[in-house]
């Protein structure tokens, strides 16, 4: 049973950035591929960026065309430690964003993931 807790949400100006940290406990963090999703107001939670496991310590980064050149996903194994970086936020970005973490499933879709209780960003014009 892996437990994530999300930290870092808040209010932003547009163009500002913040960054979102997740901390798992109880599993073995390496071995996990992480990830992030966010659920806009009135929408289905959707993909933000993820980090998979393709072999000891070597991890392949995705993130969605939405935000990629402005989003960067991180992890410290050592520190059970997930992060997303928002640069140049946009309203569009306004959300409950969650981590989530799976040893066995596929990350992009969530798949046998364990999820935290979200944190929530909202970006102003």
């Known amino acids: 049973q892996v437990t994530l807790v999300e930290s870092g949400g808040g209010s932003v100006q547009a163009g500002g950035s913040l960054r979102l940290s997740c901390a798992a406990s109880g599993g073995t963090f390496m071995r996990l591929s992480v990830g992030w999703f966010r659920q806009l107001p009135g929408k289905e939670r959707e993909f933000v960026a993820a980090?998979?496991?393709?072999?000891?310590?070597?991890?392949?980064?995705a993130y969605a065309d939405s935000v990629k050149g402005r989003f960067t996903i991180s992890r410290h194994n050592a520190e059970n430690t997930l992060w997303l970086e928002m640069n140049n936020l946009k309203p569009e970005d306004t959300a409950v964003y969650y981590c989530?973490?799976?040893?066995?499933?596929?990350?992009?879709?969530?798949?046998?993931?364990?999820w935290g209780q979200g944190t929530r960003v909202t970006v102003s014009s």
């Open positions: 980090l998979t496991r393709i072999g000891s310590n070597v991890y392949s980064p």
């Open positions: 989530a973490a799976t040893e066995s499933g596929k990350i992009r879709i969530g798949e046998n993931a364990y």
